[in-house]
Each structure stands twice: as structure tokens, then as C-alpha cells.
């Protein structure tokens, strides 16, 4: 009866030092619970990030061959991307709708005087004095087309120069009209006997516009005739498109 207890308590005893030996050391608890939080990878991204695990010089786990067909087929799309974004990049910008042509209108009006004008910025370089940004505005244009009717602000620069025959101004004359229907930006270039507000035009106000906005697409020409008390009378035609391109020089000879 002693010898089978005390055979018993070995056996329980070499047990109980058995399962000490397998129960993982408190160190590993931690590790053993954040590597459970972890998910799998994707057995095609195991195979591919992974090496082909060996033993004794035989593969015992993956597959060299399918590892190298599945980096290449990555490498390849990675290359068509690519290319696909080059193309894309390169590819011209879709065409704006086409505006679609209105019938041309002869217009006729008047230029009502600003109330008031700001004074120029004046500087001087050998042989010329430069007078730029003089503003009157608002002027009022008031014309047979709505389009062309509205406030206008009313810029120039000019350039004064002194010959032997008296005092000249070139002066480059911008009209800025804005109304609910769009707007307009409007250039002139002209030249003028004397300066300040006692010369006298030698050429003529010809107003060269660009539409904007709801006026994209239309130009007009605006032409200018002074009138009374320093307003002005204009006539001129609105119409589709650009103007006519600027002829080249004549062929050699």
C-alpha cells in the first residue's frame, strides 16, 4: 500500500514538473496577446513578401516559382499604371463648346463725361514725359445695343514729346464697360497735337473690343467723334469672332 502511494505521488509529482517546464514564462504573455490582435496576411502576400522556407535543401513551405511569377505580374501592373497616368496627363484638354455665331448689329450712341479724374503718375526720361494711369470714371455709354451700354471706367497713358514742330502725345487709351450681361475691354492707340486736356486729336478714337463673359466669342469696333461740352458720339459694329489676322510681309523677290 506504501509503495503504490508513494508511486503515485512520483508520477503526480514528475507531472506537475513537466507542465512548469511547458508553461510559457510570463514574458511571453504579452507577446502571445498582441501577435492574437494580428491579422493573417493574405496568402498571396504571404507568398510574395515571405522566402520559401527549407529543410535539408528541400522546400518545405511556399514556392520559389510562384513567388517570382507574382512579383513580376506586380511589377508589371505597377508599370501600366504608370503609363496609364503619363497618358492621361498628356492628353490634350477637351475643346470649349463652340460659341455660336450672332448676326452682326451696327450700333450707334453716346459717351456722357466722368463727373471727375484722378491725376497721373508723372516721370520723366530724356526726350519724353510719361503721364500714366489718368483715370475718368464712370463714364456713361449709351448705344442702340444693350450690349454696349453701361458704366465705363476710362484709362490712358500717354507719352509727351517735343519736336520742332510743337508738342505730341501718344497716347494708348483703355474703356472697361461692365454690365449684367457680361463686359467688355476695349484699346485704343492714338496721337494728339499738344497734351493735357488743351491737345487736339490728330487720328481719330477707334475702340477695338473684346467681349467677356456672356460676351466671350464677340468683338466689336467702337469709333469715337467728340461732341459737345466733352462728351462723345459713337458709332460701330459688334459681330462674332476675332479680327482678321495681321497679313504677313510680302513674299521676297
Not at 451700354?149 to 483703355?174: C, F, L, Q
Request: proline fraction near 10%; aromatic fraction near 8%; glycine fraction near 10%.
Amino acid at each position: 500500500m506504501n509503495d503504490s502511494f508513494d508511486f503515485e505521488r512520483y508520477l503526480a509529482d514528475r507531472f506537475d514538473e513537466v507542465a512548469q517546464r511547458r508553461r510559457p514564462a510570463p514574458s511571453l504573455d504579452p507577446i502571445l496577446t498582441q501577435a492574437s490582435r494580428k491579422r493573417p496576411l493574405p496568402r498571396w502576400l504571404a507568398d510574395l513578401k515571405e522566402p520559401p522556407m527549407r529543410f535539408r535543401s528541400r522546400v518545405a513551405v511556399g514556392s520559389p516559382t510562384r513567388r517570382l511569377t507574382m512579383g513580376l505580374a506586380l511589377a508589371a501592373l505597377s508599370v501600366l499604371a504608370l503609363a496609364g497616368i503619363v497618358i492621361a496627363g498628356a492628353s490634350p484638354a477637351p475643346s470649349p463648346m463652340p460659341i455660336a455665331p450672332v448676326p452682326p448689329t451696327w450700333i450707334t450712341g453716346t459717351v456722357l463725361r466722368a463727373s471727375s479724374c484722378s491725376g497721373s503718375e508723372t516721370s520723366i526720361d530724356p526726350g519724353v514725359r510719361h503721364e500714366w494711369n489718368t483715370e475718368c470714371s464712370p463714364q456713361t455709354w449709351t448705344s442702340s445695343d444693350p450690349r454696349l451700354t453701361g458704366p465705363v471706367a476710362r484709362r490712358w497713358n500717354e507719352d509727351i514729346y517735343e519736336t520742332d514742330a510743337g508738342t505730341y502725345t501718344v497716347s494708348m487709351d483703355a474703356a472697361y464697360l461692365q454690365n449684367d450681361g457680361g463686359s467688355w475691354a476695349c484699346t485704343d492707340s492714338r496721337l494728339l497735337e499738344g497734351s493735357g486736356s488743351g491737345s487736339t486729336a490728330v487720328t481719330g478714337g477707334n475702340f477695338t473690343c473684346v467681349g467677356e463673359g456672356g460676351y466671350a466669342g464677340l468683338s466689336a469696333i467702337v469709333v469715337l467723334e467728340p461732341s459737345v461740352g466733352f462728351n462723345e458720339d459713337l458709332v460701330g459694329l459688334i459681330f462674332s469672332g476675332e479680327l482678321p489676322p495681321m497679313p504677313g510681309p510680302p513674299a521676297a523677290k
